[in-house]
């Protein structure tokens, strides 16, 4: 053909048996060679040590790097080692932009896993100062920012931030991460899908999943969660990184209302990274649900001493409380506000919390006011939930039942199945007589997982007992009327036809 290349002509004469001959050495030479190469390896294969063949791992500073750049968990250890570095770095070079951003970024996820809200306003300064010492906007230090909100719960900063970011570099994946969170926070799911389908046209990978299995959980699709971040975990390098998907995966099979499967994968989380304090409240909740109480207050104690947070407080107060140790109780809800008030003090937003606690153990009216500024600020799913409840404890009923819908009803919003979500909603039903709701929703929370609070569990069962089951006498009568004619073999005709 055409464009087939001539084959080469015979090399001849004396000239031509040298350049064979050496082809022939050459040939030789090159097969003995290819033959050693292939018994070495076999041989390196075989050997026990083969420290050669194995790259070293890299400095903790640097692990916490890379885990703090990409928005994935990072071990205590070594982001304590980050930030020891980066500190000494800054003494010597305080100009280095981008060491700032590292440190502040840093700070974030060390206020975020011990729940120590005194990182937040040094993440801020860090972060700050990294603006003001570039020439133009940086899409890393833009991101650091969104991160620190998010982390306060300040998700309309949060989103700006993160769209800054955007606008920056619009081709980094790790700001859209960014964005799926302040979207979540502000009930705007559609808009946490979209960022989410961008996030997957520019990164696969272990990260993108775990944030996948985030969004398909509050829009309702469960199973889709649960194979998200199976393959998230089985896909992460550091054991930090696995520990904090298997926690997550540990708190969908307890929403799921499967209790053993979650102590399953709290207790690995917790083998993999013993920091991982949310694997050890996770633990609590199952070993209480199983009837195991004295290991539940145990692990309770534990992760409240590495990481503080009220939420963990809340549950353990209402774990005492359900065993009747009410002196235990209110020690742990003082801790609580004693927690949240340092949260304030560090520019984090505890009010969700608050408002919950407030609702079933202190002043109802308060805890109306509260959710009603933070559904202002930032009118999520959890808080849409909350302010019903509260209103509900307040005996406003009508109202409660209009956000409870919009926590619960997928066109509202509402797509996660949540027990409490639904109890709640059920609990409202039943005051406004509303009989035949309010007994298929509290059904419902049951189902969903029969073990969801050490409290409002019994509730529900008591509430669905009270009702009873369904009348016949509730049942509308229907006037049909009564012919003699009798029963044949015709056809039956559509009365639409």
Not at 137 to 162: I, P, V, Y
Not at 193 to 199: C, K, N, T, Y
């Amino acid at each position: 053909m055409e464009n087939q290349e001539a084959a080469p002509s015979p090399v001849r004469g004396p000239l031509g048996r040298r350049v064979r001959d050496r082809l022939v050495r050459d040939r030789r030479v090159l097969i003995a060679s290819v033959a050693g190469c292939v018994v070495l390896g076999g041989v390196l294969t075989l050997l026990p040590w083969g420290r050669t063949a194995t790259a070293p791992a890299p400095a903790p500073g640097a692990q916490a790097h890379a885990a703090v750049a990409a928005g994935v968990p990072a071990a205590l250890p070594d982001l304590a080692v980050l930030i020891g570095e980066r500190e000494r770095r800054l003494r010597a070079h305080p100009e280095d932009a981008r060491s700032w951003t590292v440190l502040g970024t840093a700070y974030v996820e060390r206020g975020r896993r011990t729940a120590d809200p005194a990182y937040y306003p040094r993440a801020e300064t860090a972060l700050r100062r990294s603006l003001k010492l570039r020439r133009k906007r940086d899409a890393e230090t833009l991101g650091g920012l969104a991160a620190l909100a998010n982390a306060r719960r300040d998700f309309r900063a949060a989103r700006a931030w993160a769209e800054a970011a955007r606008q920056a570099r619009p081709g980094r994946w790790t700001t859209y991460p960014l964005l799926i969170d302040a979207d979540t926070g502000l009930g705007d799911h559609e808009a946490a899908q979209d960022a989410l389908d961008r996030l997957m046209k520019l990164r696969s990978g272990p990260a993108v999943l775990a944030r996948a299995a985030g969004v398909y959980r509050d829009r309702g699709r469960r199973e889709d969660a649960a194979a998200a971040l199976s393959d998230a975990a089985a896909g992460a390098r550091a054991p930090a990184e696995r520990a904090g998907y298997l926690e997550r995966a540990g708190q969908l099979a307890w929403e799921r209302g499967e209790p053993e499967d979650a102590l399953r994968y709290f207790r690995e989380a917790v083998r993999l990274d013993p920091d991982q304090r949310a694997a050890q409240a996770g633990q609590g909740r199952v070993l209480a649900a199983l009837g195991r109480t004295k290991e539940a207050l145990s692990a309770y104690r534990v992760a409240l001493d590495g990481q503080p947070c009220p939420q963990y407080a809340l549950e353990l107060g209402e774990l005492y409380e359900s065993l009747g140790l009410g002196r235990q109780a209110l020690a742990q809800y003082e801790l609580l506000r004693a927690r949240v008030r340092d949260a304030a003090a560090g520019g984090a937003d505890e009010e969700l919390v608050l408002g919950w606690f407030e609702a079933d153990h202190g002043d109802a009216r308060a805890a109306v006011g509260r959710l009603r500024a933070e559904w202002a600020r930032q009118p999520g799913t959890a808080v849409a939930d909350a302010l019903g409840w509260a209103l509900y404890r307040a005996g406003e009923y009508q109202e409660a039942l209009r956000f409870a819908a919009l926590a619960t009803d997928k066109e509202k919003g509402g797509g996660v199945r949540s027990a409490p979500y639904v109890f709640h909603r059920g609990m409202i039903e039943r005051e406004l007589e509303r009989y035949g709701p309010a007994r298929r929703h509290l059904q419902e929370a049951l189902r969903i997982n029969p073990y969801f609070s050490p409290v409002h569990a019994g509730a529900a069962r008591a509430a669905l007992a009270e009702l009873g089951e369904p009348s016949l006498t509730d049942v509308p009568v229907m006037d049909v009327p009564v012919t003699d004619a009798p029963v044949t073999d015709a056809p039956v005709t559509d009365a639409r036809e």
